[in-house]
């Protein structure tokens, strides 16, 4: 038998008109201010893109920190890579890799390693007149703070080669941005700076433009510079590897602890995905083009069969990864969670 029985009629409607105030009720609450008659709150503003300065990682013993000195969208990257191609071609490698195919944003990111006993930096950056000055590149010093560093902890400064885009930074106002520093950088690289030969290039060209910034920004230092060649020894752990081509002197660096190994590389790829997939296509800024297809070609078979971390200065900032053979050529892997 059913129990339930129905309310009586008065009581019923009551009921309803219980329940429709209710929904009601809710409904307005839940509905925006404005139907409410209270003013909305203002529009959020709009934010500008963030941009990361640093990123620190474990290498064994040593904190390794990737910091960016400059972010700055350029054309390219023909013929900056792929000088000796069409531009259609890189065009169309940068389309088939889902990228813009006539502008690109290089990395510029100095390395530094803190041994625990010394603060070792390669590169010094743009500076006030590299490649890319103020506003847009310049940044190191700031990134270096946000780090948690200063210029006067750095011990070491370790150069990859002396384009601007490297050594821009290493002085400041015309007095040394790391006071206390000692320097390094290959001897085939000062030795070729230092003479003559660039200053009779064309004062457009890069190599006359490399000479005038050397003698202002590294010449100066000369008294506490050290001059290695490849093999050679930085410190315990990081010892220098031939890289030559893009410069006569340029040189990559093995940093490693604790059977952990990072190859810094300076500039032996220009850009992450054309470099790399055509390393035998020849870069703009290489003085010697075949040289530094071989170049490239070597560095990039050892850090894919030895399965090196990578810090590769042009590559897009964090300017970290690993690289894997990929048919003729190579691939970039930009690094995730794999150094913690």
């Given at each position: 038998m059913n129990t339930l029985s129905p309310l009586p009629g008065r009581r019923r409607g009551l009921e309803l008109s219980r329940r429709h105030a209710l929904t009601a009720a809710l409904g307005l609450l839940a509905a925006p201010a404005v139907l409410r008659g209270v003013p909305a709150f203002a529009a959020a503003p709009e934010l500008a893109p963030s941009t990361p300065t640093f990123q620190r990682f474990r290498l064994g013993r040593?904190?390794?920190?990737?910091?960016?000195?400059?972010?700055?969208?350029?054309?390219?990257?023909?013929?900056i890579v792929g000088e000796d191609r069409s531009a259609t071609e890189v065009e169309a490698l940068m389309a088939a890799n889902l990228l813009p195919e006539k502008r690109f944003r290089p990395g510029f990111s100095p390395t530094l390693v803190n041994t625990g006993r010394e603060l070792v930096l390669f590169d010094a950056g743009n500076g006030a007149s590299g490649f890319v000055p103020p506003p847009a590149g310049g940044w190191l010093v700031k990134s270096l703070a946000t780090a948690g560093y200063t210029p006067e902890q750095v011990d070491v400064v370790v150069i990859t080669h002396a384009h601007p885009d490297h050594v821009g930074g290493l002085m400041s106002e015309g007095k040394p941005t790391f006071p206390n520093a000692r320097y390094v950088i290959g001897a085939t690289e000062f030795d070729f700076w230092k003479s003559d030969r660039p200053l009779a290039a064309p004062k457009e060209s890069n190599e006359y433009g490399s000479a005038v910034m050397f003698r202002s920004h590294v010449l100066p230092l000369a008294d506490r510079t050290s001059f290695i060649a490849a093999d050679g020894e930085v410190l315990p752990g990081i010892r220098a590897v031939?890289?030559?081509g893009h410069t006569p002197g340029h040189l990559a660096f093995h940093v490693e602890s604790e059977g952990k190994r990072l190859l810094v590389w300076g500039d032996c790829a220009h850009h992450e995905v054309a470099s790399l997939a055509r390393p035998d296509w020849h870069a703009l800024f290489d003085q010697d083009k075949e040289a530094g297809v071989a170049t490239r070609r070597k560095i990039y078979d050892m850090v894919a069969t030895d399965r090196l971390a990578v810090?590769?200065?042009?590559?897009?900032?964090?300017?970290?990864?690993y690289v894997e053979r990929r048919g003729e050529g190579y691939r970039w892997i930009p690094l995730t969670y794999q150094l913690g």
């Amino acid at each position: 038998m059913n129990t339930l029985s129905p309310l009586p009629g008065r009581r019923r409607g009551l009921e309803l008109s219980r329940r429709h105030a209710l929904t009601a009720a809710l409904g307005l609450l839940a509905a925006p201010a404005v139907l409410r008659g209270v003013p909305a709150f203002a529009a959020a503003p709009e934010l500008a893109p963030s941009t990361p300065t640093f990123q620190r990682f474990r290498l064994g013993r040593f904190d390794v920190t990737s910091l960016l000195d400059a972010s700055a969208m350029i054309d390219g990257p023909w013929p900056i890579v792929g000088e000796d191609r069409s531009a259609t071609e890189v065009e169309a490698l940068m389309a088939a890799n889902l990228l813009p195919e006539k502008r690109f944003r290089p990395g510029f990111s100095p390395t530094l390693v803190n041994t625990g006993r010394e603060l070792v930096l390669f590169d010094a950056g743009n500076g006030a007149s590299g490649f890319v000055p103020p506003p847009a590149g310049g940044w190191l010093v700031k990134s270096l703070a946000t780090a948690g560093y200063t210029p006067e902890q750095v011990d070491v400064v370790v150069i990859t080669h002396a384009h601007p885009d490297h050594v821009g930074g290493l002085m400041s106002e015309g007095k040394p941005t790391f006071p206390n520093a000692r320097y390094v950088i290959g001897a085939t690289e000062f030795d070729f700076w230092k003479s003559d030969r660039p200053l009779a290039a064309p004062k457009e060209s890069n190599e006359y433009g490399s000479a005038v910034m050397f003698r202002s920004h590294v010449l100066p230092l000369a008294d506490r510079t050290s001059f290695i060649a490849a093999d050679g020894e930085v410190l315990p752990g990081i010892r220098a590897v031939a890289a030559h081509g893009h410069t006569p002197g340029h040189l990559a660096f093995h940093v490693e602890s604790e059977g952990k190994r990072l190859l810094v590389w300076g500039d032996c790829a220009h850009h992450e995905v054309a470099s790399l997939a055509r390393p035998d296509w020849h870069a703009l800024f290489d003085q010697d083009k075949e040289a530094g297809v071989a170049t490239r070609r070597k560095i990039y078979d050892m850090v894919a069969t030895d399965r090196l971390a990578v810090a590769a200065y042009h590559t897009s900032f964090p300017s970290l990864g690993y690289v894997e053979r990929r048919g003729e050529g190579y691939r970039w892997i930009p690094l995730t969670y794999q150094l913690g």
